[in-house]
């Protein structure tokens, strides 16, 4: 290879990268710093009382899974006790301001969801406030008897 291509090729690729790989990577921290800065940091309500149903830092972490499985218990197994239960999340998280965890940007499930860009559809079905917690007609897809009024 002669002196003038073993210098040309890594000039060559320098550019390439400059040109391709630049912009994207400009472009990905922008998005990011201005996410940051554009969302504001969720602000958790404190619940109305009385303790989690496991310790805050488990539950930050690990909700999303412990409401799945407790969904599948109730949805195959017909178990409506369970301690995961969504009703009992929103009767000690619901705001006292709007009585909902998820209707306005500072309700405790809406607040962090928001911040981690995380949207729940949940709450089409199942009520976001203790007072009418009932979950909606069940869509046929679900073919889930009705066994409450
Ligand atoms: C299309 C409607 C629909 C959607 C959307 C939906 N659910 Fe449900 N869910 C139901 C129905 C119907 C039941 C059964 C209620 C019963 O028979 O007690 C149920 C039961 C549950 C249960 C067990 C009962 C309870 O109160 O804990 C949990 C937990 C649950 N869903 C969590 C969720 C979560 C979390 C989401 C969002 C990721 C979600 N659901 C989305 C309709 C829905
Ligand atoms: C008996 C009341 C009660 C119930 C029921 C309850 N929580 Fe909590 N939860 C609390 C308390 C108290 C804390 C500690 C932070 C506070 O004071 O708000 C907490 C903390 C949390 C946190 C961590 C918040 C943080 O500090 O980052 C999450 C997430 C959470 N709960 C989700 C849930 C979910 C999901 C359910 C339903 C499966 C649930 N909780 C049921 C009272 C409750
Ligand atoms: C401390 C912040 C925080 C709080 C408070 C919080 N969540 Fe979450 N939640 C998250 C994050 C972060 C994710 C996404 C996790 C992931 O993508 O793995 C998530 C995901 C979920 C999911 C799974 C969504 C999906 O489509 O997979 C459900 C269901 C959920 N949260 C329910 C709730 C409910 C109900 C409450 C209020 C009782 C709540 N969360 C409060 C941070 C929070």
Known sequence: MSPCAASFIPALRRFLCAAL????????M??????SGRVPKPVLEAARGGQCVEDAAYMR???????????????????RTGKYSLKTCIDCHASASTNSVNTSAGDFCQS???YAAVSLDCF????????ANQVAKAPDQLNQPQVKP
Do not use: F, V, W, Y
């Open 124 to 131: 089409g079905c199942h009520a976001s406030k203790p007072a």
């Open 112 to 114: 962090c969801h928001n």
């Open 61 to 79: 972490r690990n909700h999303m899974q412990l409401l799945k499985h407790q969904r599948g218990d109730t949805l195959r197994g017909g178990i």
């Open 21 to 28: 790989l630049l912009p994207s990577c400009m472009l990905a």
């Open 30 to 35: 922008a998005e990011g710093s201005g996410a």
